[in-house]
């Protein structure tokens, strides 16, 4: 009961007929859409540019009681060792 | 002084139909230059200008209206062809600097929009419950039933430097697992795709899980391809469950991650 496959269409049917479970939680798409939307997306200068430390305060704001970007910066050092990620 | 301010969700190659996602937001309207439409709305200056974004970012409210509001109208673009999502929040002051804009970039947007043309973004995010893998590398591993043993039979002084030895020792091991898990699972999806992307882990600060995210990844995926891509999923967790992974997908996504970046 763990494969968690958010689909828009007709996916969510194919998904079921292997037994799955379809969680449509708002809260996976809220955090999904902003580690794209605010962390992805093309970057075309307009008129505004807002900087990276500013989308960082959006991570901040998921759960208030972190203060700084540095503290923020300290957290993202912190996941799991050996796991793959992106090199910051 | 105007007061309001043009506002960028992406670009496309089709004509976009927008009064399907009028619901969302009336102030929609296509900016066209050579068979390229820039998706972009009006936005108030109040709420938008440097000064106001701010403190706007740092309310958790309104950055979940506001981004919310930003995937659904891509979405809805994406349902007639392609598009290129935009960075939340891409801000010009005109329409005509927008415009100025998409003439400068047209004929890279039209590159690459016909490159991923029948393309579709998928989310595959890795967790790992550690209690659940550190009781199945017990489970398979005689170097730690071997410890146990010795722990039993030993006086507590010995007993106690062995249970850190046991300790340390599947930590390491859980360390090389996830690595090759992950790895495992990256390069079947990756089979599966045209693309394939490693991203940051995020904190449980963000997810609000219990368990660590030990992958978090996006691919490019043919349309026709869907099918077997969701099932390698499926297989994967299959594969995992007993380790204490738990896979999670979503998609179909605007090709956040396969966008160029500007130079």
Excluded at chain 2, 67 to 88: C, D, R, T, W
Aim: hydrophobic share 40%; proline share 3%; aromatic share 8%.
């Amino acid at each position: 009961m763990s494969l968690i496959v958010q689909a828009h269409g007709h996916l969510i049917i194919f998904v079921k007929k292997m037994n799955d479970v379809i969680a449509k939680s708002k809260d996976i798409t809220l955090l999904e859409i902003l580690d794209r939307a605010l962390e992805k997306g093309i970057v075309i200068s307009g008129d505004v540019v807002i900087s990276v430390a500013d989308v960082d305060l959006v991570y901040l704001g998921l759960k208030v009681l972190l203060s700084s970007v540095e503290t923020m910066e300290n957290l993202r050092g912190a996941p799991i060792e050996g796991a793959m990620q992106e090199p910051t | 002084m105007e007061k309001e301010i043009i506002y960028l969700y992406c670009v496309t190659d089709k004509t976009p139909a927008l009064k399907d996602i009028a619901h969302l937001t009336n102030k929609l309207r296509p900016i066209s230059y050579n068979g390229l439409y820039a998706i972009a709305g009006k936005v108030k200056k109040d709420e938008f200008s440097v000064q106001a974004l701010s403190k706007n970012l740092a309310n958790l409210r309104w950055i979940k209206a506001k981004a919310n509001l930003h995937e659904k109208v891509i979405e809805g673009i994406m349902k007639k062809g392609s598009v290129i999502p935009f960075k939340f929040p891409t801000l010009f002051n005109s329409e005509d600097n927008l415009k100025k804009m998409l003439k400068k970039h047209a004929q890279k947007f039209q590159v690459h929009l016909k490159g991923l043309a029948g393309k579709e973004e998928w989310g595959i995010k890795i967790y790992c419950d550690m209690d659940k893998l550190r009781k199945a590398l017990i489970r398979e591993d005689k170097e730690s039933l071997n410890i146990d043993k010795e722990i039993n039979a030993s006086t507590p002084g010995k007993a106690y430097f062995l249970k850190k030895k046991k300790l340390g020792f599947l930590d390491t091991s859980a360390r090389k697992k996830i690595s090759e898990y992950g790895q495992d699972s990256f390069d079947s999806l990756s089979r599966q795709s045209v693309k394939a992307q490693i991203n940051k882990l995020l904190p449980k600060e963000v997810t609000e899980r219990e368990d660590d995210m030990v992958l978090n990844s996006a691919f490019l995926v043919d349309k026709k391809r869907i099918k077997e891509f969701i099932k390698i999923v499926y297989n994967l967790n299959s594969k995992y469950k007993d380790k204490g992974l738990e896979f999670n997908c979503t998609g179909p996504w605007p090709p956040y991650n396969f966008c160029e970046k500007d130079e």
